[in-house]
């Protein structure tokens, strides 16, 4: 048996189109600021990131050409742009596989593990073929976490209370962050019943909080790889999302003196709340460690914005006021989803003129040199904003 594994015919195709077209950008970005007459920092820094990126390019191209793993009797060999690896079959203790890599771990912790990208060529061939002969450690992590759930006594006295508490936690977890997913996507895409829906996005995270410590740790709020714990990562993260994207994309904040004074207290008592959590359950002697911690701060920052600012405009009960404005330009960001802006002149407070988002139909009915009805109002916590309304 002898088989050779490269990167798939189709990868390498659009490789090979597409790294010129990189090359050929990043050498312009290099000299970009001695056409256009930059200034001396600029011109370093341009050149050495330009000189960076090229550099990773030539590596790509060597490990396009040179990059392969080998199938052998009774070794599987590595060739990349630096390094060989070579691992005998009996060095092998098992695999594991994620969305972009198929892992080969060595019995000995002084070797060095191959790994195989999803990119190459059958590599359902080869995940197979590492099925049939070597141990699926994923699984055996899930097996072992999982036997040690139900012999833990902080979770039920006997084993069949354990192992109901956990098939509990796995429906209850299931159906949260369902519910999760429903509602925040259809606050993003059909916010008809928008009061109600900031509302369930809002109180979704809470309510999962309640949940997470109803179980006794049973329940994970991150989302660990090979992990028999369900966790509530979709519970906490999606609707404060989607809370984020709409107060940046539904309202015009005027100004933001009054914004710290409530978001600061929910995104301490967020913090404080997980942080705490991380030192209990996870190792501070883990780089991965503070990167989750990281995700979980992101997440009380979003969730604090988007909740503030929703809820700043939806329960508003101070009078508002209507201005006029002239349309002076208008534009349309494109990315994962579509932004449309308004350039509109001065009005009754602004003394500035200002780009400002809006709603599609509102985009689509103005040109320039239209005039825009604009929404101005005081908001629940005395954070100032506005709305293009016609």
């Not at 060529?121 to 097996?143: P, Y």
């Not at 503070?290 to 988007?306: K, P, R, S, V």
């Amino acid at each position: 048996m002898n088989q050779e594994y490269r990167y798939a015919k189709g990868w390498r195709i659009f490789l090979w189109i597409f790294i010129p077209i990189l090359i050929f950008g990043f050498g312009y970005l290099g000299i970009m600021p001695y056409i256009e007459g930059f200034d001396l920092t600029a011109k370093i820094f341009l050149t050495i990131l330009s000189i960076a990126l090229e550099f990773f390019l030539v590596l790509a191209i060597i490990d396009l050409l040179k990059g392969k793993i080998i199938l052998e009797k009774d070794t599987l060999t590595s060739i990349g742009v630096f390094k060989t690896r070579i691992l005998k079959f009996s060095e092998i203790k098992g695999f594991k596989k994620d969305n972009n890599y198929l892992y080969f771990i060595p019995l000995n912790k002084n070797l060095k593990q191959i790994k195989v990208s999803s990119y190459v060529g059958k590599f359902s061939n080869l995940v197979s073929w590492a099925g049939e002969n070597f141990t699926n450690l994923d699984i055996q992590e899930i097996i072992k976490e999982e036997e040690e759930i139900l012999t833990n006594e902080d979770f039920g006295e006997t084993a069949e209370e354990r192992e109901a508490l956990l098939k509990k936690a796995k429906k209850v977890t299931k159906v949260i962050n369902t519910i999760s997913w429903i509602s925040a996507i259809s606050l993003w895409f059909f916010p008809y019943f928008y009061t109600l829906q900031v509302i369930i996005c809002a109180a979704l995270p809470i309510i999962g909080f309640v949940i997470y410590k109803q179980f006794k740790g049973i329940i994970k709020i991150d989302d660990k790889p090979n992990s028999a714990h369900p966790n509530l990562l979709s519970t906490f993260f999606i609707p404060a999302c989607v809370l984020m994207l709409r107060a940046l994309m539904d309202y015009n904040v005027f100004n933001y003196a009054n914004f710290w004074k409530p978001v600061i207290p929910i995104f301490a008592s967020l913090a404080y709340l997980m942080i705490k959590n991380s030192y209990v359950e996870f190792d501070l002697k883990k780089v991965m460690t503070y990167f989750t911690i990281l995700g979980m701060l992101m997440f009380g920052g979003m969730y604090a914005y988007g909740f503030i600012i929703t809820s700043n405009s939806v329960f508003d009960q101070s009078q508002p006021q209507y201005y006029k404005a002239k349309v002076l330009d208008k534009r349309i960001s494109s990315g994962k989803s579509k932004t449309y802006y308004l350039e509109l002149s001065k009005w009754g407070p602004q003394q500035e003129v200002d780009e400002v988002t809006v709603a599609r139909d509102i985009y689509n009915e103005k040109e320039v040199g239209d005039s825009a009805l604009i929404f101005f109002s005081g908001g629940l916590y005395k954070i100032p904003y506005y709305i293009v309304v016609q």
